[in-house]
């Protein structure tokens, strides 16, 4: 069932909240051992909860828009009193002493928190197999992975365990296993969403995002948690957004771009079934009254050097907070100094150790001007690109991933070639801007693939219209 | 062909970022660095002299709010999740040793 029809039948009475996660709960106990997308499941919690809602509507209280709605945490999201471990032994048992902000959000609408999901280790990867408790697998196929890093997020979906699911977006980590999962998964602009509360990995980058099974249910979501924060400087003092009444107002007489340099035409790597998924889409939005025309946005194909300059460069500053002396567990030793780094060499695992070391090495003197300057200005150069771009389209479409799933261990041993699953995402995040991926159809391995709209900043509602329309006929025919 | 970062940059990079790598970690990480690096080479021939630097996608200001107390976190519930404490305090090993 759809999130938007959960809540109107909790809310009817039609059906209690405590039935609808019991049902959850038995699709969790009946393939969570295969899929793994869990880090823990609050199943005690969550049926509490739901008990509270029953009782609310039962003494005739009006519930808001997610009333009953079961939902599933990316692990870096803080939740009060509920392990969040960013799937790093470095956080193994910490419990938050206070809720991030969209947990707050979540729970005034009445949504039910049924676990926290895996990610790749601080949310550094492109797989899920980053992660200190095992891999993710992917619901379509076990042997394949679910894109990272909220692969937990998005199998969960995918797999029927919760309708919705919240995670992070630092360079496609929500629209790249969204697409690699076959389910919808949106990027807001930055800002739009309260980062307070979300474990940083890099601050200039990151953004929270819903992912769900229909366009409709994930705009319902991103309009639950999004609105200015007084606790998160960097939040937009904007009102929450307004989406779902605008849904259905199509693309006609809209300017759709079709960014050429991310299509297969600049960069080698994205597979000839993703191509191909693209061209269809294009005529699907031209039948719909769409002018669909080549765009170029150049220097996109320079995002993703930027990106692992600044992103490392952020995370080695936000994760020198992680020494265990004020949280999760300390290897000790005899000095406070060599405590410090006993506990991070044993806590931190490969790649989280890979892209400290990357971004201390962008930093240091000698180098700082070269890697870490450099980047800057061509993050610069990527936003004055898409400023001309949105000079002649109001929306902008490639694909989300280059590839659709692949298997389990085939990326693990070659970092860059992980890395170069996101060269399609970080462009927007390297600009602010937002961008979605939605299910069209799948690849000739039958695993789906995932169209990436992209959208200048605040401009979410043409963005989430023409996301209907690519459902509409994506033939995924969803449940 | 020599390597865009040497064995002795990632073992003094390791040392500030406070992490200790094994002989074989040191290979490893060097070459796989090394890699990235050599990706990021790509940027070498981009001429952005003319352009300004951007650390954020939006201009920032200095977001400032009125000064009024609020409430703060619990003392107990804080302390809850560190290694060790004392009398409300982190308690740390010896600052000085003999390293």
Not at chain 1, 455 to 464: D, I, K, L, S, Y
Request: with cysteine; charged share 20%; hydrophobic share 40%.
């Amino acid at each position: 069932m759809e999130a938007t029809e959960i809540a109107e039948k909790v809310s009817s009475g039609e059906i209690s909240a405590r039935t609808v996660v019991e049902q959850h709960i038995e699709i969790i106990n009946e393939i969570e051992s295969d899929v793994n997308a869990f880090n823990l499941v609050t199943a005690e919690k969550a049926l509490i909860d739901a008990d509270e809602i029953d009782s609310k509507i039962a003494s005739g209280e009006t519930l808001g828009p997610l009333a009953g709605v079961p939902i599933s945490i990316k692990d870096n999201l803080c939740t009060r009193g509920i392990e969040t471990t960013c799937s790093s032994k470095i956080l193994e048992g910490w419990k938050p002493p206070y809720d991030a902000t969209v947990i707050e959000k979540l729970k005034e609408a009445g949504a039910v928190i049924i676990g926290k999901t895996n990610l790749d280790e601080f949310a550094m990867g492109s797989s899920t197999e980053n992660s200190a408790f095992g891999p993710t697998r992917n619901p379509h196929n076990l042997e394949c992975v679910p894109g990272g890093s909220s692969g937990g997020s998005a199998a969960a979906v995918a797999a029927g365990f919760s309708p919705l699911a919240l995670g992070s977006d630092t360079g496609g980590s929500i629209r790249q296993p969204a697409a690699l999962c076959g389910v919808v998964g949106v990027k807001p602009t930055y800002g739009r969403v309260s980062r307070y509360g979300l474990v940083a990995f890099a601050s200039s980058l990151d953004q929270v995002g819903p992912f769900a099974n229909t366009v409709s249910d994930a705009a319902l979501t991103l309009e639950v948690i999004s609105g200015h924060d007084p606790r998160d400087s960097t939040s937009i003092p904007e009102k929450p957004l307004d989406i779902s009444g605008f849904l259905d107002q199509g693309v006609e007489g809209m300017r759709i771009g079709v960014i050429e340099e991310l299509s297969g035409k600049g960069l080698g790597g994205i597979s000839q079934d993703v191509i191909s998924r693209v061209e269809d889409a294009i005529k699907v939005l031209s039948n719909a009254g769409a002018d669909v025309e080549p765009a170029s946005v150049p220097a996109s194909i320079y995002g993703l050097s930027a990106y692992y300059v600044i992103a490392p460069a952020e995370a080695s500053s936000n994760l020198a907070r992680y020494d265990g002396i004020r949280f999760g567990p300390r290897t000790e030793a005899a000095t406070t100094a060599e405590t410090m780094t006993a506990t991070r060499t044993k806590g931190f695992g490969d790649e989280v150790k890979r892209r400290i070391m990357l971004g201390t090495y962008a930093l240091s003197a000698g180098y700082y001007d070269a890697y870490y300057g450099k980047s800057q200005r061509v993050r610069t150069l990527i936003m004055n690109d898409f400023a001309k771009a949105y000079e002649k389209f109001d929306l902008l479409i490639s694909p989300t991933a280059p590839t659709t799933a692949f298997p389990l261990g085939d990326k693990t041993a070659d970092p860059m070639q992980m890395y170069l699953q996101d060269v399609c995402t970080i462009p927007s995040n390297l600009a602010g801007h937002p961008a979605m991926s939605v299910p069209f159809g799948f690849g000739a391995d039958g695993m789906p693939v995932g169209i990436q709209i992209l959208a200048p900043a605040m401009a979410e509602r043409e963005m989430f219209q023409a996301a209907k329309i690519l459902e509409s006929e994506s033939g995924n025919g969803i449940e | 062909m020599v390597e865009r970062i040497s064995r002795e940059e990632v073992a003094h990079v390791a040392r500030l970022a406070q992490l200790a790598l094994s002989e074989d970690e040191l290979d490893a990480f060097t070459s796989q660095l090394a890699a990235v690096l050599d990706h990021a080479a790509d940027l070498e021939a981009l001429n952005v002299d003319d352009i300004e630097p951007s650390t954020h996608p939006f201009p920032l200001k200095n977001v400032l709010r009125v000064d009024e107390p609020g409430e703060g976190f619990e003392i107990e519930e804080v302390l809850e999740g560190a290694p060790e404490v004392e009398e409300h305090q982190f308690r740390v090993p010896p600052i000085l040793g003999d390293s």
